[in-house]
């Protein structure tokens, strides 16, 4: 209902900023030298990932603004912000009932004036809490913070396209449980009751949830949050992406399964973000196979490095980001620029020009479960005649489709499903075979 009503306007919304940001992007190249017969390629991050619709933003600190040097690069170079600090709960709430909005307002105002999209960060989470929220427990907790997503999500309503409704509301390691804080303690619903008032107070924001170590598909973490959001998806809790803060370190690297997971989560119907991104010693290998799964995965929306400089991360002695303290592009800037101008754009959907190797959208709707098996329906929109490949995680197994042609590769896993005349939306089901978390992930959806 209101999800779906929404959809459109939101998209809209995002679609017309990265194209007034591209053309930004593209008088800012008119003057610098197009050598003659090559393609132009973008020259700035937020200018190259609008082209392919996206964005790619960064943390920002306020009170860095007045450093001229820093907003240079920030103007120049990014569409889209998240305030490092300035909109966590102890800067906004620092008394309870009193409110700052102060240096939240001014980014806000900064990135509305160059036309940068804002994600909120964050409405709820354990950390960052005024003194005063610490101390609370309970009901008075529950309503507490309650209040906060309300007043905050309220006050910023119409001004931000994104909210980290929670953040970091799992455990590391093996448990796959939830972590323990004072707001877990007020009941396991705190996180649904969290996105209901936010979607209660801005409509027209997405809310996503955001965690790290959410990165390698085979994490226990990873899982849990995976079912969390099948969970939300199946009860009708309002939830639109899934944001991997992505804080690559000697503990949790870059995994090789990175697109898998970020195909895994889309499949369920959500957006995915990566939110934080920053990599010790900003290797360039990395850094682009980053940008390359994003760009994979049509539901990808965007990338937000963790701050500008290297002497701006907070993590500032592993020099992870893309300038060096001087303001000058690393090798990884580099890396970073090339993958997103040799990127794709996402299949839009258009029915009348379909571009290569694309020209329509499936959509994953997750259906039943039962103990054994479940079934998912797909969409597809932007074509009458299509294919889409389905792959599936052994030891699942496709017993049955519905509403199309399906044919096989040799492995069994992976089904090439097209339309035979019945409609846009076609099924099947999985069995699970002692694999009760794995989900289909789609690998493509082709024309004609
Ligand atoms: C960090 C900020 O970068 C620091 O300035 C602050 O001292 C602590 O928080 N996950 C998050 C971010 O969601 O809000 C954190 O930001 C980094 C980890």
């Not at 009170?63 to 912000?81: C, G, H, K, M, P």
């Not at 323990?180 to 705190?190: A, F, K, M, P």
């Not at 959208?361 to 389905?390: F, K």
Request: charged residues 15%; glycine residues 8%; contains cysteine.
């Amino acid at each position: 209902m209101a999800n779906s009503s929404r959809a459109p306007g939101r998209s809209r919304r995002l679609r017309a900023a990265l194209v007034v940001s591209a053309a930004v992007g593209l008088l800012a190249t008119a003057g610098a030298v197009v050598l003659p017969g090559s393609a132009s390629a973008a020259s700035t991050l937020g200018a190259s990932a609008a082209e392919r619709g996206r964005y790619f933003g960064t943390a920002v600190a306020v009170s860095r603004l007045n450093d001229s040097a820093y907003t240079t690069i920030l103007n120049r170079e990014f569409n889209q912000v998240t305030a490092e600090n300035e909109m966590k709960i102890d800067a906004l709430q620092p008394n309870q009932g009193q409110f700052n909005y102060g240096n939240a307002d001014r980014l806000v105002q900064h990135a509305r004036s160059q036309g940068m999209l804002v994600r909120g960060h964050t409405l709820a989470w354990h950390s960052q809490q005024p003194g005063w929220m610490q101390n609370m427990s309970g009901t008075t907790l529950r309503n507490a913070m309650l209040n906060h997503v309300t007043q905050v999500a309220t006050h910023f309503r119409g001004q931000i396209e994104w909210w980290d409704v929670v953040n970091e509301a799992f455990q590391d390691g093996s448990s796959g449980a939830r972590r323990d804080s004072n707001l877990q303690r007020t009941g396991n619903d705190w996180i649904e009751a969290a996105f209901r008032a936010a979607r209660q107070a801005d409509p027209n924001a997405d809310l996503c949830y955001n965690d790290y170590n959410i990165d390698n598909w085979n994490d226990a973490k990873t899982q849990a949050v995976y079912r969390m959001v099948q969970d939300f998806k199946s009860r009708g809790v309002p939830i639109d992406c899934v944001g991997l803060q992505s804080h690559f370190t000697g503990g949790s690297n870059y995994p090789s399964n990175y697109r898998t997971t970020l195909s895994s989560f889309a499949a369920l119907g959500v957006d995915v973000h990566i939110t934080e991104l920053d990599i010790r010693n900003a290797p360039t290998d990395a850094y682009r196979n980053v940008v390359n799964d994003c760009l994979a995965v049509a539901r990808c929306k965007g990338i937000t490095v963790w701050g500008i400089r290297d002497s701006d991360s907070w993590r500032s002695s592993e020099n992870p980001l893309l300038f060096n303290g001087s303001g000058q592009k690393k090798p990884a800037y580099d890396a970073v620029l090339a993958a997103l101008n040799n990127g794709t754009a996402p299949p839009t959907g258009n029915p009348t020009t379909p571009p290569p190797g694309a020209g329509c959208t499936a959509t994953v709707t997750p259906g039943q479960v039962w103990g054994d098996r479940y079934n998912t329906s797909v969409t597809v929109s932007g074509a009458s005649t299509w294919s889409v490949v389905v792959a599936i995680t052994a030891p699942q197994k496709i017993s049955s489709t519905w509403s199309g042609n399906p044919t096989w590769d040799s492995s069994g896993n992976v089904m090439t499903m097209r339309s035979n005349g019945s409609g846009n939306t076609f099924g099947f089901t999985t069995m699970m075979n002692g694999n009760s978390s794995a989900r289909p992930q789609i690998r493509s959806c082709t024309a004609g």
